[in-house]
């Protein structure tokens, strides 16, 4: 290839300011949409610490993509900067319960994030030191360096147990700190997840509560066109925006999905070197970051995770109508896939537990039937997703192993 060949394009035909379509991006006041009553009541309950005082730990539910996380972060910015108008020292700690499940991976993210070591002197190693003393450093670093520490746990439902949540909503009434005064903001997907809280837990730290719900299509076509600038003046088709937000509203109402679609949409025409953004393209995007993101879902699960998720799905697609199936039935595929796969088998106990983990991710739903005083009752187990959708991410990964 000569030094005269263009591997690379120097000026992007469709996209001029891509980063406002990317998921962890954080949009100004402007561009939230939507959520104006939920800020103001999240503000409301975190005020207290522009002036010092000890904010109101707050649990916040709601499907994916409804905003939580978002309006989380913009509220605990403004806060900072807010209480510094005031002379008060406050600072933010964002912990993704996904990744750092574990109580000592997640203080050792807290502590790390709110440390300042040239301030301190306190070291926040990766590993390689107690879940004890990470604590101990962590109460050090907070009472010699902020008068106010706002921990955002997001997706909170995703920690091994309570642990992280005990010490921190009783860090002040246990003497563990002194000075400094700590609220909670924990984030999650499950309406019920506060079923599964230790009772001193949850007298803590459901201080205040509330429900995302999901965007309706005026709302997500509003939140594309506060974004309409990520792409060059003229090249999206008039009907793009309209057709995503319908398309989103009318299967989950979620903001992030939409964003992605429309995101997605602006790839195929760039890969097509198209020079508008049809309609036509969004539902092949529809496609495509619905594949995405159940391969992000399920990345990192085990094989008999896998397993027992391909079980379902070929029994769903074998099936004529949208129906459930009985534990044992599935259980009796999975048996067969494993020995195709040359691995042993796991329990029908533990095959049950695979499926309570599914549920529970909301992939698929389960159902307690009754057969009568003959069989007595029993669990049935259904998609939510689209199977071909999961076969086609599940055949990639089962090959990659």
């Not at 004890?132 to 997001?154: G, P």
């Not at 909301?362 to 997703?385: F, I, K, M, N, P």
């Amino acid at each position: 290839m000569s030094q005269s060949d263009e591997l690379f394009t120097r000026e992007d035909p469709i996209f001029v300011n891509k980063e406002l379509l990317e998921i962890n991006h954080l949009p100004d006041e402007g561009r939230i949409v939507g959520r104006d009553d939920a800020i103001s009541k999240l503000a409301n309950a975190v005020n207290p610490a522009i002036f010092g005082q000890s904010p109101s730990n707050v649990l916040i539910y709601g499907k994916t993509g409804t905003g939580k996380s978002l309006c989380a972060k913009y509220v605990s910015t403004r806060l900072v900067e807010t209480a510094a108008e005031e002379n008060v020292n406050a600072k933010t700690a964002y912990v993704d319960c996904a990744q750092d499940t574990t109580e000592t991976q997640a203080v050792q993210t807290i502590a790390s994030k709110l440390n300042d070591p040239d301030t301190t002197g306190v070291n926040i190693p990766d590993k390689g030191i107690s879940t004890a003393t990470y604590y101990k450093r962590l109460w050090k670093i907070l009472d010699e360096q902020h008068d106010v520490a706002l921990i955002i746990l997001d997706e909170i439902d995703k920690l091994d147990d309570d642990s992280i949540l005990m010490q921190l909503s009783r860090a002040g009434e246990a003497g563990k700190i002194e000075s400094c005064k700590i609220g909670v903001i924990g984030i999650s997907n499950k309406i019920r997840y506060k079923d599964r809280m230790d009772e001193r837990v949850k007298s803590s730290l459901c201080e205040r509560e509330f429900v995302f719900p999901p965007y309706d299509a005026g709302q997500l076509n509003d939140i594309m066109e506060a974004r309409r600038d990520a792409f060059r003046d003229g090249v999206l088709d008039e009907s793009v925006i309209s057709r995503t937000a319908a398309l989103a509203a009318r299967e989950h109402g979620d903001a992030r999905k939409a964003i992605d679609i429309l995101r997605y949409a602006g790839e195929i025409a760039q890969s097509e070197e198209a020079e508008v953004v049809r309609e036509e393209f969004v539902d092949r995007a529809r496609d495509q970051a619905e594949t995405d993101r159940f391969r992000e879902l399920i990345r990192g699960s085990t094989p008999h995770s896998r397993y027992v998720l391909q079980a379902l799905t070929i029994l769903s697609l074998n099936s004529p109508k949208k129906e459930g199936f009985r534990t044992t039935a599935i259980y009796d595929l999975y048996e067969q896939i494993c020995r195709q796969e040359g691995s042993e088998g796991l329990s029908l106990r533990r095959v049950r537990d695979l499926l309570k983990e599914h549920a529970f991710l909301d992939v698929t739903e389960q159902s307690r039937c009754s057969g009568g005083s003959a069989e007595g009752s029993y669990t049935e187990h259904q998609l939510l997703e689209d199977p071909e959708v999961i076969q086609s991410v599940l055949s990639g990964s089962l090959d990659s192993e």
